[in-house]
């Protein structure tokens, strides 16, 4: 029997604040264990908790760029369970009154462009973290309050790839409207996963299970694949799905059970008495309304227009913030915006992978590569040579022409010069003189190859073809 997959997601954004959500603590990343934490945070009795409103604006920000209706009135609300990072017992969340309902995320997979609809986007407290090593266990609470926004979607996904895509245009809205780092590897984006399946041409979902705390978007993938699979396995042998909380075990690659699914009455949620209900006035949305970003496919849009460079390009160049920036600034200062397009997209996404580094950490500037792109135009040195000179420029900064003059790799332009190397690479290399002139195209390239490798690469290798044809007849 053929089954189809509902995914729906929950996906937990640290915001980008520089205090916690109800008190005056630092987010700093990577401090000390329990060094950012005060009276409030850590739930002692008496503390009162005070609103931070930079994380109420960034909340309703991003409801207003995925198209949600913002509720003027909303208030926060005591859910109610224990787990050892949570001294309260209780976290304050959001339930019936959240900032945002509505909206949509607009993902592309393959060919196919649709709209994930959204639930709801609320802010609550993110908890402390536990740590187990060895037999010791602790808690760091320098995570506990910090403003955490939960985007809540609709059983609106059919694949683990719609999820996948789901997650990435999803961070780069969030990235453009400078909500959160959404940096992985600090936590700042964390998912649940909702999944079930039901067989084909059944309208009524089948029994979700629930999937916790997956930190990775690769890891949302797999955990997909591996539990649609799974409940597929126990339905075609007759068993039945049941309704519960299972975990990511990435080094096995499973999931596995870890308790029956709570419901919202399970949390006992009730007004928050320290909190007074917050009512956002329509001058204040309005107000923020005005911060609302050029947003990725409205970019991607622009720049292919603006700079005249090909859809595929814009859109590789307008996924990350940070890149389209970059590119921006050097094409505004070049007249050959596709040069510069093909070192961003090509030499510098290479080097950022293989050196795992942000862009922001490259010494390269916009200016730089500009200049290169201007020396490459002029003649003054060849494609190799730019990509030397550009993987200097990323590691050390600096200017191209002097690097290009240090370096020695001012191009060879005199056909003197190149008339000798390539005499010297057919004395070298009688064979494929021979077989060019049997009529094998593919020896002249080698024979160009040879005249680029006596000449260490400087020779301009249009003008080696041109002298090697007319050499070889």
């Excluded at 603006?306 to 921006?328: M, N, T, W």
């Excluded at 510098?348 to 795992?356: I, N, P, S, T, Y």
Aim: aromatic share 8%; net charge neutral; proline share 4%.
């Amino acid at each position: 029997m053929k089954f189809l997959a509902t995914i729906g997601l929950e996906v937990h954004v640290q915001l980008l604040t520089r205090t916690k959500m109800f008190c005056a603590c630092k987010t700093d990343y990577g401090a000390g264990e329990n060094t950012q934490v005060c009276p409030v945070c850590l739930g002692y009795p008496g503390a009162l908790p005070v609103i931070n409103e930079e994380a109420v604006r960034l909340t309703v920000l991003t409801g207003l760029m995925l198209g949600s209706k913002i509720n003027r009135f909303s208030k926060f609300d005591r859910k109610n369970y224990f787990y050892p990072d949570m001294p309260k017992n209780y976290q304050i969340s959001q339930y019936d009154c959240p900032f945002c309902v509505g909206g949509a995320v607009e993902i592309t997979c393959g060919e196919k462009v649709k709209k994930v609809s959204l639930t709801r986007i609320h802010l609550e407290e993110d908890v402390g973290k536990n740590m187990h090593i060895g037999e010791l266990s602790s808690v760091d609470f320098n995570r506990a309050g910090h403003p955490l926004m939960e985007v809540v979607t609709e059983p609106d996904m059919a694949s683990p790839e719609e999820a996948f895509a789901f997650l990435l245009a999803l961070k780069q809205i969030l990235n453009y409207g400078l909500v959160s780092r959404c940096n992985l590897e600090e936590g700042n984006v964390r998912c649940d996963i909702n999944c079930s399946i039901r067989p084909e041409g059944r309208e009524r979902l089948g029994v979700k299970t629930e999937i916790k705390n997956l930190n990775t978007f690769k890891g949302v993938f797999q955990a997909l694949n591996y539990e649609i699979a799974r409940q597929t396995e126990v339905l075609n042998s007759g068993g039945m799905i049941t309704q519960e909380t299972r975990r990511w075990d990435s080094e096995r690659g499973v999931t596995e059970s870890m308790r029956s699914k709570e419901e919202a009455h399970d949390y006992r949620y009730f007004p928050d008495p320290d909190l007074l209900p917050v009512l956002l006035s329509r001058e204040q949305i309005q107000l923020w309304e005005k911060d609302i970003p050029e947003l990725p496919r409205q970019r991607c849009a622009r720049l292919a227009r603006q700079y005249a460079i090909p859809e595929y390009d814009a859109k590789v160049l307008s996924a990350d913030k940070d890149l389209a920036d970059f590119f921006e600034k050097a094409a505004g200062l070049s007249v050959n915006p596709k040069a510069v397009s093909n070192f961003v997209m090509t030499e510098m996404l290479r080097l950022l992978a293989e050196k795992e580094m942000e862009i922001k950490d490259a010494q390269i500037t916009p200016q730089s590569l500009a200049e290169l792109v201007k020396l490459a135009d002029e003649g003054k040195i060849n494609s190799n040579s730019a990509k030397q000179i550009f993987a200097a420029l990323f590691e050390k900064g600096g200017a191209p022409g002097r690097l290009m003059e240090a370096m020695g790799l001012v191009q060879v332009s005199d056909a003197g010069e190149i008339e000798d190397f390539v005499r010297k690479a057919m004395e070298s290399n009688p064979k494929s003189v021979s077989d060019y002139r049997a009529g094998k195209e593919a020896a002249l390239k080698y024979l160009v190859g040879q005249v680029m490798r006596l000449s260490r690469g400087k020779a301009n290798p249009q003008m080696a073809r041109e002298l090697l044809k007319q050499k070889l007849g």
